[in-house]
């Protein structure tokens, strides 16, 4: 099939929603098919990708954007149209955002109580928001697009906020390279990077990563790591991703706490080095990060406002906290993880979980939408 993939940008250095489609346009090329990329920049790992690139340039409107992608598209005659939520001219829509209405909403319990009707009301005034409204209003209103949800919260969030019905709806949950993220890492990495950060080996190295601070509750993860640490316990917080720290709870330098490792372009090797991932996110469609670190070995502390929670169980291979903003509630969920022997037990379990979800199925799912689309466009002809 000659398949159309349409981002901002294509970059797996950038987030989740880029990491995910380059290793998707891996997949389809490495089963044969020709896949073009619509996008303003195709950059790092992505630019040597065999793939057909169609370069939008730098576009600053929303709009604007959607506009010029329909319209590099429908030069072009593609077999499958798959929008990575971008634009709204395609056969398939996967917002990696999730639905951004539902984001917004979350993003309010960022703000004191008092603020947020202040800022919903912004959300409805201000010219950049209406101007993302006019884009979900046309990518989830065609009757004849599938909208793929990345999680069973996505799948609710666009029948709640955008009406669309669940006939539309295919559920795939994102895959996991299960060899580049893998315990066998290990025995290379563990040693050096815990001596690059400066942790002892009885020291229980929390990890996290992530770009964007606010929502993926950075500050909750920091002040519950304050909590464990003023116990006595012999934690460490190592962050990675993103580069500005405003607003953040202070984290000086000679934090003892703390550790900033800021913007990296592999993290497999903090993978290896560390004990536990958390991520007590305001909302996340489906953390790539908790697949990631599953799959490296690691048990996951999350919220239910991540996606990637509902392939947890409970004390299994991770913990779910009900309240993104409760560092008391995720030091709680924290402390059992202190044990040594609980966290081999879950990391064996996360293990277990990540190999039922690799990128080989998440392809073949995707192909499988892929084909079901373009059968039902064979019978309408």
């Not at 576009?59 to 329909?70: G, I």
């Not at 829509?93 to 209405?101: V, W």
């Not at 066998?184 to 190295?205: F, T």
């Not at 919220?303 to 008391?328: H, I, K």
Request: with cysteine; net charge neutral.
């Amino acid at each position: 099939m000659r398949i159309g993939l349409v981002i901002d940008h294509l970059d797996p250095r950038r987030g989740g929603a880029e990491q995910w489609t380059f290793q998707h346009a891996e997949q389809l090329l490495a089963r044969g098919h020709e896949v073009h990329v619509v996008a303003q920049g195709i950059d790092g790992p992505a630019a040597r990708l065999d793939i057909v690139p169609h370069l939008l340039g730098s576009v600053r409107s929303v709009l604007s954007r959607a506009a010029a992608a329909e319209a590099a598209l429908r030069q072009l005659g593609l077999d499958m149209i798959h929008d990575i939520g971008m634009g709204w001219h395609g056969h398939l829509l996967q917002s990696e955002d999730g639905s951004r209405l539902a984001q917004w909403e979350q993003k309010l319990l960022l703000l004191p109580s008092a603020l947020r009707p202040c800022k919903r009301a912004m959300l409805h005034a201000l010219p950049r928001y209406r101007d993302f409204r006019r884009l979900m209003a046309r990518q989830f209103g065609d009757p004849a697009r599938i909208v793929v949800a990345v999680s069973e919260m996505c799948a609710r969030d666009y029948q709640h906020y955008h009406d669309v019905p669940p006939e539309r709806i295919r559920l795939v949950y994102h895959g996991t390279d299960n060899e580049r993220f893998s315990p066998v890492h290990r025995e290379k990495w563990r040693a050096p990077i815990r001596q690059q950060l400066g942790l002892r080996e009885d020291e229980v190295m929390l990890l996290f990563v992530g770009h964007d601070y606010q929502r993926k509750g950075l500050t909750t993860a920091i002040r519950a790591a304050h909590r464990l640490a003023a116990e006595g316990a012999p934690v460490r917080l190592v962050i990675v991703g993103g580069k500005r720290r405003q607003g953040l709870p202070a984290v000086d330098a000679g934090s003892e706490v703390i550790r900033f490792v800021g913007q990296i372009d592999d993290p497999v090797p903090y993978y290896a080095a560390a004990d536990v991932f958390v991520l007590p996110t305001f909302y996340d469609p489906c953390s790539l990060s908790v697949s990631e670190a599953a799959a490296s070995g690691l048990p996951s502390v999350t919220t239910r406002f991540n996606g990637a929670a509902e392939l947890l169980t409970e004390g299994v291979d991770g913990c779910v906290v009900s309240d993104p903003a409760d560092d008391a509630d995720l030091a709680s969920a924290l402390r059992p993880l202190l044990d040594p022997a609980v966290r081999h037990r879950m990391g064996e379990a996360a293990r277990k979980l990540a190999l039922r979800h690799s990128l080989d199925r998440n392809c073949d799912q995707i192909v499988s939408i892929y084909q079901e689309v373009s059968g039902r466009m064979r019978r309408a002809a």
